[in-house]
């Protein structure tokens, strides 16, 4: 079981950066590929950035790539989702999930049903 709790969401203006913590207890995030996803009202739940279990590969949306990275940091239990250049559609709630794999496994998953653990979400609301 692993227990994860985003943090850092708040009002900002267009342009602006943030930075998402999430960070996990009750296990070590080392052990899960990690990822970020947003609902935005009247939407469906969005992908938006991943990385596997060992860190090796991180894959982004196409809507945020260029914009948004995330990190993990394996001694904080920790990961991390930088936000810059942010724009109005980008408000939503902001949830952290971590997937069970195996040690070997360097796939990046974007769909949320491979995800077995979620956070509460955080609230991100962009200003124009």
């Known amino acids: 079981q692993v227990q994860l709790v985003e943090s850092g969401g708040r009002l900002v203006q267009a342009g602006e950066s943030l930075r998402l913590s999430c960070t996990a207890s009750?296990?070590?995030?080392?052990?899960?590929?990690m990822g970020w996803f947003r609902r935005a009202p009247g939407k469906e739940r969005e992908f938006v950035a991943g990385?596997?279990?060992?860190?090796?590969?991180?894959y982004s949306a196409d809507t945020v790539k260029g914009r948004f990275t995330l990190s993990r940091d394996n001694a904080q239990n920790t990961v991390y989702l930088q936000m810059g250049s942010l724009k109005p559609d980008d408000t939503a709630v902001y949830y952290c999930?971590?997937?069970?794999?195996?040690?070997?496994?360097?796939?990046?998953?974007?769909?949320?049903?491979?995800?077995?653990?979620w956070g509460q979400g955080t609230q991100v609301t962009v200003s124009s």
């Open positions: 009750g296990s070590t995030l080392s052990s899960f590929a």
């Open positions: 999930a971590a997937a069970t794999t195996r040690y070997s496994d360097s796939n990046v998953y974007t769909q949320h049903r491979s995800y077995n653990y």
């Open positions: 990385t596997s279990r060992r860190g090796g590969k991180t």
